[in-house]
């Protein structure tokens, strides 16, 4: 890997002479991924052992975090000439930040935290397993900003999760599930009215997951694909709820209320 490409734009990179982007689960996917593992266990490791006001500053220093980032990113789109109306914050990881935003200032809401235990942790999670970035190469601006963007929807959600603040319930699957598909048919709206190809609905646009998805339903996009989509997200949904399920039966197994809330702490320890 080398910063040679550090600031290179995706119209620099697809004019190259030869590839320069890496591969799902390469190399320097993998790096990547340690990286991302260490942050998030960290971050999670230091919420556990804050008080009120500590977990506090962590959640909204991530939620600012996250809406710099997003304004990081389109202004040097804007620089660069790439048009940033292309890659407006309506995908599904973008919609965290604003999830996390209000989150981190309302924080004993209950309907969010079903989101972020749903929607936006599992998203995340395949994000970095499947993530858009190996468009870009491995050391890159956008890729670095990509990574630690998803890293940190994880870390915030794992954390929250970790120190007891989140309970999922089978319900928020479903309530969640029901606005994630709401939100996709609007935005494929939203796609074909104006040419754009957000939440990857009119196109798989090279993901390997996705791509097997457009496949199983045909190739050929629409409401076929749609229908897939949501039966694979309420899969992963579900994969979400039995791990939770998991967690939360060691944790009413363990001696004491305190040993209970940092069970997942521990196994990150």
């Not at 556990?48 to 996250?66: E, N, P, Q, Y």
Request: with cysteine.
């Amino acid at each position: 890997m080398t910063f040679e490409y550090l600031w290179y734009s995706q119209y620099q990179v697809r004019s190259m002479p030869y590839d320069i982007t890496f591969g799902t689960f390469s190399a320097a996917h993998l790096v990547w991924l340690a990286i991302c593992a260490a942050v998030i266990v960290l971050f999670v490791r230091l919420y556990i052992k804050g008080d009120g006001r500590r977990r506090a500053d962590m959640r909204r220093v991530t939620a600012l975090f996250m809406i710099f980032s997003e304004f990081f990113k389109m202004s040097l789109m804007a620089i660069q000439g790439i048009h940033p109306e292309e890659y407006l914050p309506i995908e599904i990881c973008s919609l965290a930040e604003y999830f996390i935003l209000i989150d981190s200032m309302w924080p004993d809401n209950k309907a969010l935290k079903q989101m972020l235990s749903f929607t936006f942790l599992p998203a995340a999670v395949m994000a970095l397993l499947f993530p858009a970035a190996v468009q870009f190469p491995a050391v890159n601006i956008y890729t670095i900003r990509f990574f630690l963007f998803h890293a940190g929807i994880a870390a915030y959600v794992i954390a929250r999760y970790a120190a007891g603040e989140i309970k999922p319930r089978y319900y928020g699957l479903w309530i969640s599930l029901a606005v994630t598909l709401a939100v996709a048919i609007a935005v494929r709206r939203f796609d074909i009215a104006f040419g754009f190809n957000f939440m990857f609905l009119i196109d798989p646009f090279g993901n390997p997951m996705l791509s097997l998805l457009w496949n199983a339903a045909g190739g050929k996009g629409g409401a076929p694909y749609i229908a897939v989509l949501t039966a694979f997200t309420g899969f992963v949904m579900h994969i979400a709820y039995l791990v939770y399920r998991v967690i939360g039966r060691k944790r009413q197994t363990a001696p004491d209320a305190g040993a209970a809330a940092q069970e997942l702490g521990n196994i990150l320890n």
